[in-house]
């Protein structure tokens, strides 16, 4: 018995394996995330910023991660560790979220905050979820450029 299971992960076409194969695909804005998803009221879970004034840098102090509070204190430990163990914005973690039912969807985007782990973007709203995708997309490739 060689001792290799076999059930291994597929392969992307470009034969990297995704290191994040585990995550849900709503957070890797593969499909809608809906608010009530993340488990908390809405007004607890996210808070709206305009996509123009979300790039300056964190404020260390306000966006530091308080140790043991926030209802989203485990994921926020994990974004972190993610984005180079830096709070605030992750890096390129661009994802799609339904603000109103089957009408209307938002480009947002995780944060390493266990209070507010989801900023979405006031500017950056559609009338249907592919051209949601479609932005959330352009805007990875973009920073990855």
Not at 52 to 79: C, H
Request: net charge neutral; aromatic share 10%.
């Amino acid at each position: 018995m060689s001792g290799q299971s076999n059930h291994a992960q597929p392969r992307p076409a470009g034969g990297r394996k995704d290191p994040y194969w585990w995550l849900h695909p709503a957070f890797k804005g593969r499909q809608a995330l809906k608010l009530e998803d993340l488990g908390a009221s809405a007004a607890d879970a996210f808070k709206w910023v305009s996509f123009d004034n979300s790039v300056v840098a964190p404020d260390p102090v306000a966006e530091g991660i308080p140790i043991g509070q926030g209802k989203f204190r485990e994921f926020a430990q994990l974004l972190f560790k993610m984005n180079d163990c830096k709070p605030g914005p992750v890096t390129n973690w661009y994802v799609v979220i339904c603000v109103e039912a089957e009408k209307r969807w938002a480009v947002g985007q995780l944060r390493a905050d266990p209070v507010t782990p989801v900023q979405i973007f006031d500017d950056l709203v559609f009338d249907t979820e592919t051209a949601a995708r479609d932005r959330a997309v352009a805007l990875k490739n973009q920073q990855r450029a």
